[in-house]
C-alpha cells in the first residue's frame, strides 16, 4: 500500500493563501507586492504595484540603506504570466 502525504498539498495551499492575503493587504495601503524568484539572477525581483503593472528590478544596498533600479517594465501581458506562475491570480 502507498502511502500518500496529504500535508504537502495542504502546506502548500495555506502557504499560497496567506502570500495571497499579504499581496492583497499590501495593495490596500497602496503598497507594492516584492515577488522572489530563483528563475531570476542574484539580486534581481519583481515588483508589482497596485495599478497591476509589474517591474523587474535590480535589488542593492548602501551600509544599511537598501535601494532598487527599474530594469524593465513588464508588458501587461507578461505581468498576467507573472501572477500565473506563482498562482497570484
Do not use: C, W
Not at 3 to 22: A, H, S
Amino acid at each position: 500500500m502507498a502511502f500518500v502525504n496529504l500535508e504537502i498539498p495542504n502546506r502548500k495551499e495555506k502557504y499560497l493563501e496567506t502570500i495571497k492575503q499579504l499581496r492583497l493587504k499590501n495593495f490596500s495601503k497602496n503598497l507594492p507586492f516584492l515577488i522572489l524568484s530563483d528563475r531570476l539572477p542574484e539580486g534581481q525581483v519583481y515588483r508589482e504595484f497596485p495599478d497591476g503593472h509589474i517591474e523587474l528590478q535590480e535589488t542593492f544596498s548602501m551600509g544599511s540603506n537598501f535601494g532598487s533600479t527599474v530594469l524593465q517594465i513588464l508588458s501587461p501581458i507578461e505581468a498576467d504570466q507573472i501572477r500565473r506562475e506563482y498562482g497570484l491570480f
